[in-house]
C-alpha cells in the first residue's frame, strides 16, 4: 500500500513515540483512510487511529509536538457512543487531524438504548462493532500491513459491496446514522448495497430510531454528503423507494422518469449544485421548503434560502407565458453569491420551461438582462419628473426594465418619452 512523503513521516512520529517512551501498544489505522488506500482513492489527512492496550487519551499526553489536542466526550443522545482523542499535528507543511482510540466494544443493556457500555476489547471485537466490512480494515503502522479482521472487507472492496460485520439489524439499530452512511458510499464509491441492510432501511422501527436517536444535525450532514457525490440521483431514488424520504421529511417523493430526466439535464449543464439538486428533489415543499431544510435538516439560513428562490423563480416561469413578465422574473433572478450571478438557467431546467424560457430570452436579447442597471433609479426619477417619493417611482423603474424588454435596442431618449406618456396615464386613472 503506497504512502505519501508525510504519511511515512507521521507514522515514524508514532512509532518514535513508541520506542521512546517505552510504551507497550500497536497502533493501528482504522476506517476509511485504508479503505481509500486500497482502492487508490486519494486520502484526506483525517485519520482514524485505535490501539491495542491503551487509551487515546493516556496516549496523547506523549504528544509534545501537537498543535491541538481536545477530547470529545461521548454523548448518546446524538449517537456519539465513544470518547475521543483529538491531535491536530503538523508534519513539515501537511496538517493531520488524528482520532485517537482504543480497541472496545459497546454492550446495550436494551435494545433501543441509547446509552452503552463500553468496555476494553481487542482487535476481533473492535472489528464487528464497526458499520461495515468495508471499513472495518486495519493497517498495522508498525508492520505495515493491512489486517482484514472480518475476511470480507478485501473482497468486498474487490466487488464493490456494502455490508456489515455482524447482523445489519444490529449494527444499524446500535447506531441509525450508519444506514444513512450506507446511502452515501452507495453513491460516493458506487457500491452496492447487501439486500438485508436495505430491508432493515425500510423499517418503521428503524424510521422512528433514526428520527429519535440521531440529531437532526447529523442526518443533515450525511445528506449533504451524498448529493455532493456524482451518483446523488442512485441514494435520491433509494431513499424514496425505502420511505427514508418521508421518515426524514414527513413526506415523500414521487421521482418520476421525468424528474430523472431534469437531474440529467442538470449534470448536462454541469449545474448540479446542492441548491439545484435539493430545489428539484423536494419541488412538491415549495413554499415550506426552506423551512423544513433548517429544521429537518439544520442547513444555513443562506442555502435554504437560496433553494427557496430557485423554487420561487420557477414556478413563476411555469405560471408566465407572456415575454414580459418572463423578462421581469430574469431581472430579479440575480444572486451575488452565485458564480454566475443569475440563477434564471438553473430554475427554468427545475422547473422543466428551459425550452420557453431559452427562446424567450433569445427573442428579446435577455441573456445578461438580470445585471441590467435601469436608465434611471430612484433619486433620478424624482428629478427628472419632479416626484416625491412612493409607489410610483417602483413602478416607473419596473416599466423601464418592461419597455427594455419590448425593444432591446432602444436608448434613453425613447424610455424618457415612455416614461412620460406612463405618468400621463398613470395620474389620469
Known amino acids: 500500500m503506497y504512502l505519501n512523503y508525510h504519511e511515512e513521516e507521521l507514522f515514524k512520529l508514532l512509532n518514535n513515540i513508541i520506542k521512546e517512551n517505552g510504551i507497550n501498544t500497536s497502533i493501528f489505522v482504522v476506517g476509511g483512510w485504508v479503505r481509500n488506500k486500497i482502492l487508490n482513492i486519494p486520502s484526506n489527512n483525517d485519520i482514524d487511529l485505535v490501539l491495542d492496550n491503551i487509551t487515546g487519551k493516556e496516549f496523547s499526553k506523549y504528544f509534545t509536538t501537537a498543535k491541538y489536542i481536545h477530547e470529545i466526550k461521548t454523548n448518546p443522545d446524538k449517537s456519539k457512543n465513544l470518547e475521543t482523542i483529538c491531535i491536530k499535528i503538523e508534519i ?14 459497546e454492550c446495550y443493556e436494551k435494545f433501543n438504548s441509547r446509552i452503552p457500555t463500553i468496555k476494553k476489547a481487542n482487535i476481533n471485537e473492535d472489528a464487528l462493532r464497526r458499520d461495515f466490512t468495508i471499513n472495518s480494515l486495519y493497517y498495522n503502522i508498525n508492520k505495515k500491513t493491512v489486517i482484514d479482521v472480518t475476511g470480507f472487507g478485501l473482497c468486498h472492496i474487490k466487488s464493490k459491496y456494502i455490508s456489515t460485520p455482524i447482523d445489519p439489524s444490529i449494527t444499524l439499530f446500535e447506531d441509525p446514522l450508519r444506514g444513512l ?13 447487501n439486500t438485508q441492510i436495505i430491508n432493515v432501511l425500510s423499517l418503521k422501527d428503524y424510521h422512528d430510531i433514526l428520527n429519535n436517536k440521531v440529531s437532526k444535525e447529523r442526518i443533515g450532514m450525511e445528506i449533504v454528503k451524498m448529493l455532493k457525490t456524482s451518483n446523488y440521483k442512485k441514494g435520491i431514488i433509494l431513499m424514496n423507494n425505502i420511505n427514508l424520504t418521508e421518515c426524514i421529511f414527513n413526506k415523500n417523493m414521487l421521482i418520476t422518469n421525468d424528474i430523472i430526466e431534469l437531474f440529467n439535464e442538470l449534470d448536462k449543464k454541469n449545474l448540479a449544485n446542492l441548491e439545484n439538486i435539493l430545489a428539484l ?76 424560457i431559452y427562446n424567450c ?30 409607489k410610483i417611482i417602483k413602478g416607473l423603474i419596473n416599466e423601464q426594465y418592461c419597455y427594455r424588454i419590448k425593444y432591446p435596442n432602444c436608448n434613453i431618449k425613447e424610455v424618457t418619452n415612455h416614461l412620460k406618456i406612463y405618468l400621463e396615464n398613470y395620474y389620469l386613472l
Open 281 to 356: 428533489w423536494l419541488w412538491d415543499f415549495y413554499p415550506q421548503t426552506k423551512y423544513i431544510l433548517m429544521d429537518k435538516l439544520k442547513l444555513s439560513k443562506k442555502i435554504s434560502s437560496k433553494v427557496d428562490k430557485l423554487q420561487k423563480l420557477g414556478r413563476n416561469f411555469q405560471k408566465f407565458d407572456d415575454y414580459t413578465d418572463i423578462g421581469i422574473c430574469i431581472q430579479k433572478s440575480n444572486d451575488p453569491y452565485y458564480k454566475r450571478k443569475s440563477i434564471w438557467i438553473d430554475s427554468a431546467i427545475i422547473s422543466n420551461t428551459y425550452d420557453k
Open 92 to 105: 513539515e507543511d501537511k496538517i493531520f487531524d488524528l482520532d485517537l482510540c482504543h480497541f472496545r466494544k
Open 181 to 193: 452512511r450506507a446511502l452515501r458510499f452507495h453513491c460516493q464509491l458506487n457500491f452496492n448495497i
Open 361 to 390: 430570452v433569445e427573442k428579446q436579447q435577455l441573456h445578461n438582462f438580470w445585471n441590467m442597471e435601469p436608465y434611471f433609479n430612484g433619486n433620478e426619477l424624482q428629478k427628472e419628473f419632479n416626484l416625491q417619493p412612493g
